[in-house]
């Protein structure tokens, strides 16, 4: 954990020299100079400390956890680091702004007052002294920490590890493998397959989800049938040499002659034995807990392709291992139901009772023990074993239902549940770690999505820049990554395949909040919690409060970087103290919360990257939001703010910036929403990337093109004349994916001639000119190639818009409202052959809906919605095989009496909803 924070104070120290660079060849330090040169000397050798401090760290492992001695100097390590983040701070915050404010403000002007000579002198001073603490610190580990030092004891002691906790789910008793006949029967049949080339079998999921059990099942059963097989264990750090031996030792397990032939061979004599060996047998060999491609990489020399029909099995925590399995051959373990959970739970709770039964009496508190375990057959059997033993009354089923976190995290009979989750914890890169944990401090349960935390990681400075990738193109990757190692739960992808959203296992999210709150990462106060809201860390969750705790000061305020709020429940008196005690604030995500002022002092909080106002009651920004030199996301969306202070082009560095206030929520209106005026100066936002929403007015159409990063763009009122010079202005934006264009009323005509290759999603809301679909780039099969998602609405469109749009191939979403006037639409085989979504809406004259064999191969959804003219049910909807959701909404009676006549299949059954 330690590793975490020193990398945070690691790269602020670059970030102030790097600043620091800057100042030297920008300014005259005067009288001042040697003393910021020395500061500057000393953050230096402070984070050349830090950073070797951070690298032999990364080599620890998971025995650390019971190391009171390490565990110790860990924490001084901690104390350390933060204290160094503090003084990095403060010297961004004494010399930074000089080139946001003025030239030399602060140099020429500030250090004049004794008060800020003064505040230099003492960081440097700090400085000084966590020179010394380093030095101390570095003492003390090799005095009383010499296994710092052991790597080849970790080593051996994490593979034994590993080995330890594989043989226990090697030797699981056949009752304990509850719903896994599907993945059995599955993984039998890839095993028994007439096929005779090699293929390799993936068992995919976290730990604890029973893959090397599942695998120890099926291969005890099915080995006979192969002329050889072996099982070996690989975990994080294998050597390749004890590999190749231990498989040559099962395979030799009854020669000893070959066996005492290999002793004293080296590796490649080994491999070329093996290899030689394999070649003439149908082998079954299980390679278990693979942990890296290069794993496998090393091994698969000695693993032949021989024809034979031999099989190759391998379970892993991580997605890219997986990946090289043979085509069709990935077996994803999920969560149990929660069916065949109560079934393992009891098995294992009341094993000596009649058929496994729970007394009716303790029936309720052991479903609800048994749903905390949220599906993992780890942690249903080490929590049914535990309870095994205790007294079967409600008294003692209450106190352990009630305490179950802390059970699993502190009762040494769960140990293995916390092992297991604890390894994949362990060998995260460490700009892995700290994101993961950051996503435990939001409750159980909670839906995270991908922009959000791309945004707030950005923020926090997890993220580093990758060559020319965004942060928040970083920010996807270490998504994905945390996904692919099963560390994150994917819910949904978009339609056209993005990753959306993700939520994190209780079980996980309970470990890592305990390391969050035991190694000052993070807090989350709710509802659960007692007594005032005391700060024992930098970052702060606020769930839901009761409203008896809503007055509660928060102590310790001043050591906070982060407070994010998920309801209107945060303390009222404690919204003040944010902006003046916490003056070294990052994050401020105040969401929903009733208040409607934002005090002045805002400006003083230098350090401010996110600042989050939506859904709030705030009617104005005050002036001096302008200082806030490094905010990078300012979020006015759903507040009561129309306009913004003219010193907000002062923000060059603002990315994302929200500010619109929805009017019509089903987006049926023209103007569904209203936006914000940039003042002039709009071009001086160049590092923008969202901005949503733009109302346009004659002085800031020109100053479009200026903002080139934008990656999403909403304007509205958006007049003909103004199409032109628009089409200008995004030729210039090469990476746009989102466009939002809405006209100032339903007579002004929208034409834009601009070829966007990277948009993803377009919408147009207001009359489209006659022939735009044939002549505008946007609506070509090379302009728009890789369009996914289309709205048209308010479009007047006389002609079947159909056959010139379906050039666009790969859309995926198609929504029409208020956007066609004719009476008929044809859906033609082939066209549109990747659409999963179909929304036609508010069209009054269409009568008449066809949709030939072969189109919409892939729709997933249809919704019709008002179509007043329509007579008939749309002729062809039964060849929409994959179709999950059939929607008839705003229907009259007496087409509800013509689908009540309809004949469909059972898997096309309609929603419906009556007209007013």
């Known amino acids: 954990m330690a590793e975490i924070v020193i990398l945070l104070a690691i790269r602020k120290i670059g970030i102030a020299l790097a600043k620091a660079a800057e100042d030297q060849a920008s300014v005259q330090f005067g009288r001042y100079g040697t003393l910021l040169l020395e500061l500057q000397g000393s953050m230096g050798r402070v984070g050349r400390e830090l950073r070797i401090m951070h690298d032999v760290l990364c080599q620890m492992d998971i025995r650390s956890h019971n190391n009171q001695v390490y565990e110790g100097w860990l924490e001084e390590v901690q104390k350390v680091a933060y204290v160094m983040e503090d003084m990095v701070d403060e010297y961004l915050y004494l010399v930074g702004r000089e080139h946001d404010i003025g030239c030399c403000f602060f140099l020429k002007k500030g250090f004049k007052k004794p008060r800020s000579l003064l505040s230099l002198n003492r960081i440097a001073s ?128 009854d020669n000893g002659s070959v066996l005492s032939s290999t002793l004293a061979m080296d590796i490649m004599s080994l491999e070329e034995t093996l290899k030689k060996y394999l070649e003439q047998q149908k082998y079954l060999i299980v390679l278990d807990d693979v942990w890296t491609p290069e794993a496998f990489d090393d091994l698969s020399g000695a693993l032949p392709h021989n024809d034979k029909g031999s099989r190759l099995i391998i379970t892993t925590r991580e997605g890219d291992v997986a990946a090289l399995a043979s085509q069709g051959h990935i077996l994803t373990l999920e969560a149990l139901q929660k069916d065949k959970a109560w079934d393992l739970f009891c098995k294992k709770a009341f094993p000596k009772d009649t058929n496994h039964e729970c007394p009716t009496e303790l029936k309720p508190l052991s479903e609800e023990i048994a749903s905390k375990c949220k599906g993992l057959p780890l942690a249903i059997v080490s929590v049914g074993s535990l309870l095994r033993v205790r007294e079967k009354t409600m008294e003692e089923w209450r106190r352990i239902n009630d305490q179950l976190s802390w059970e699993i995290i502190n009762n040494s009979r769960l140990d293995h549940i916390r092992n297991v989750l604890y390894l994949s914890f362990i060998y995260l890169p460490t700009y892995l770690k700290s994101c993961f944990l950051y996503c435990s401090l939001f409750p159980e349960d909670y839906v995270l999505h991908r922009k959000q935390l791309a945004r707030l990681w950005a923020a926090e400075g997890f993220v580093e820049e990758r060559g020319e990738s965004t942060l928040e193109e970083v920010a996807e990757g270490y998504l994905k990554e945390l996904v692919d190692r099963n560390m994150l739960q994917l819910i949904k992808r978009n339609t056209f395949g993005r990753m959306k959203t993700f939520r994190m296992h209780d079980i996980l999210r309970d470990l890592a909040l305990d390391l969050c709150q035991k190694n000052c990462f993070g807090v989350t106060y709710d509802n659960k919690c007692e007594g005032s809201l005391e700060m024992v860390g930098r970052r702060l969750v606020v769930h839901k409060l009761k409203k008896k705790k809503k007055n509660q000061p928060i102590f310790g305020i001043h050591q906070l970087r982060t407070v994010i709020t998920l309801d209107n429940s945060m303390p009222s008196s404690t919204i003040p103290l944010l902006f003046t005690e916490s003056r070294y604030m990052t994050v401020l995500e105040l969401h929903g919360l009733p208040i409607e002022k934002i005090p002045d002092a805002i400006g003083d909080l230098f350090n401010l990257r996110h600042l989050s106002l939506r859904g709030s009651k705030v009617k104005m920004l005050p002036k001096s939001i302008e200082k806030l030199s490094n905010l990078l996301t300012l979020d006015l969306y759903e507040s009561d703010i129309h306009e913004l202070p003219s010193g907000i082009v002062k923000l060059k560095k603002l990315r994302h910036l929200f500010a619109e206030r929805v009017i019509d929520s089903n987006w049926r209106e023209l103007a569904s929403c209203s936006g914000v005026h940039i003042p002039n100066g709009l071009g001086n936002l160049i590092n923008l990337q969202t901005l949503q929403t733009l109302e346009l007015e004659d002085d800031s159409v020109g100053h479009l093109g200026e903002l080139r990063q934008l990656r999403s763009l909403r304007l509205l009122n958006v007049k003909g004349i103004y199409c032109r010079s628009i089409s200008e202005s995004l030729v210039k934006m090469q990476y746009l994916s989102f466009l939002d264009v809405i006209a100032s009323d339903e007579k002004e005509v929208l034409l834009l001639n601009v070829r966007l290759p990277n948009l993803w999603k377009l919408t147009m809301r207001g009359r489209l ?81 066809d949709i030939q064999q072969g189109a919409m191969a892939s729709l997933e959804k249809l919704y019709l919605v008002n179509l007043s003219s329509m007579t008939e049910v749309p002729a062809g909807i039964e060849f929409l095989l994959p179709l999950q959701r059939l929607a008839f909404y705003e229907i009259s009676s007496d087409f509800l009496t013509l689908l009540r006549q309809w004949s469909t299949t059972p898997s096309q059954q309609y929603h419906y909803s009556l007209r007013d």
Not at 777 to 786: I, V
Not at 797 to 818: I, Y
């Open 769 to 849: 000119a006659e022939g735009v679909l044939d002549e505008s780039p946007l609506f070509q099969a090379a302009g728009g190639q890789n369009l996914y998602k289309l709205h048209l609405s308010w479009s007047q469109l006389r002609e079947d818009p159909l056959p010139s749009l379906s050039r666009l191939s790969n859309l995926t979403f198609l929504d029409f409202t208020r956007a066609y006037n004719g009476e008929h639409l044809a859906f033609l085989t082939g066209w549109f052959p990747k659409l999963e979504i179909l929304s036609l809406e508010d069209l009054p004259n269409l009568n008449r809906l």
């Open 126 to 253: 700090k400085v000084k002294e966590i020179e010394k603490d380093l030095s101390h610190l570095s003492d003390a580990k090799n005095r009383w920490v010499p296994i710092i030092n052991n790597r080849e004891d970790n080593s051996n002691y994490i593979v034994k590890r590993s080995q330890d906790l594989a043989n226990i789910s090697r030797s699981l008793d056949e009752e304990d493998l509850v719903g896994v006949d599907e993945n059995r029967e599955k993984l039998e049949q890839w095993l028994g397959a007439d096929d005779l080339e090699c293929s390799m079998i993936a068992l995919l999921g976290m730990g604890g989800l029973g893959k090397t059990a599942l695998a120890a099942n099926v291969y005890n059963k099915e080995r006979e049938k192969f002329q050889c097989y072996a099982w070996v264990s690989i975990s994080q750090t294998y050597s390749r040499e004890d590999v190749l031996r231990n498989i040559i030792k099962e395979l030799f397990k």
